[in-house]
């Protein structure tokens, strides 16, 4: 799914030409998108849709570059460098002095999870999460990505950039939305937009639990201190300097 996401709609970067190489090898990266460690090569080579010696090729020029770890048995792992990239995302957001101690807040009042979602073009990701009390097991991960347009955490995005349609002219006016099994089949959750200075979206906040604790009226009760998470995230985010916020973030 990941791949899918990151792949089959790029972004768009004028006057420049994409390079095919980069691309795929960017997709042997993605292809890590299950609980798995390590990949054999024949299954790096599904999922990306290559064959076998280019998929080779690619993941030993990778290694070389320690995106990839190699195992003797012939299957590929994610390498340190891989993970010193997604902190340097994460590093743009400055969890720690703001959005961290809002989930947990809002973690603590529900008892579900707070997440705290980012957005790129029409794709959503996961910042950062604050596991509840209850715990949730196979739950969102931090840094997975979802398309806007699943689940409520994306809906409230798409509502407050103006998505037009009656679905979304009613998440304005109550401020929030909630879903049952549409982002996940089994997971249900309220979110709200997170709006900074002048108004600018900078993502959403979302509780989020599983379907059988989280009926409907639950989830309603839970729209209150979801929106609070949210004003007071947009408030300490807004109140940050530029520096802080990176303007790379959102324009």
Request: hydrophobic share 40%; proline share 6%; glycine share 10%.
């Amino acid at each position: 799914m990941l791949k899918q996401l990151l792949l089959d709609k790029p972004v768009s970067v004028p006057g420049q030409e994409t390079v095919k190489a980069v691309v795929r090898a960017m997709s042997i990266l993605t292809a890590f998108d299950g609980d798995e460690v390590y990949l054999p090569l024949n299954e790096l080579a599904r999922r990306t849709g290559m064959h076998k010696p280019t998929t080779l090729r690619l993941a030993r020029s990778l290694a070389t570059a320690r995106f990839l770890v190699w195992r003797e048995d012939g299957a590929w792992r994610l390498g340190p460098a891989a993970g010193w990239i997604g902190s340097r995302y994460q590093a743009q957001f400055d969890l720690d002095s703001a959005i961290e101690p809002m989930l947990r807040q809002l973690s603590a009042l529900t008892g579900e999870t707070a997440s705290f979602f980012v957005f790129e073009g029409n794709l959503r990701s996961c910042l950062m999460r604050c596991e509840g009390p209850k715990g949730i097991q196979h739950h969102i991960r931090t840094g997975e990505v979802f398309p806007l347009d699943r689940g409520s955490a994306g809906r409230v995005i798409l509502a407050a950039l103006g998505e037009p349609g009656d679905l979304y002219e009613g998440i304005r006016r109550q401020g929030f939305h909630l879903t049952r099994g549409e982002g996940r089949s089994s997971i249900a959750s309220v979110s709200v937009a997170v709006r900074g200075r002048h108004g600018a979206v900078l993502g959403s906040v979302s509780s989020s639990g599983p379907m059988e604790r989280m009926t409907t009226p639950r989830l309603r009760r839970y729209a209150a201190p979801t929106l609070m998470a949210a004003r007071m995230l947009g408030e300490a985010l807004g109140a940050m300097p530029a520096t802080a916020l990176r303007a790379s973030w959102h324009p």
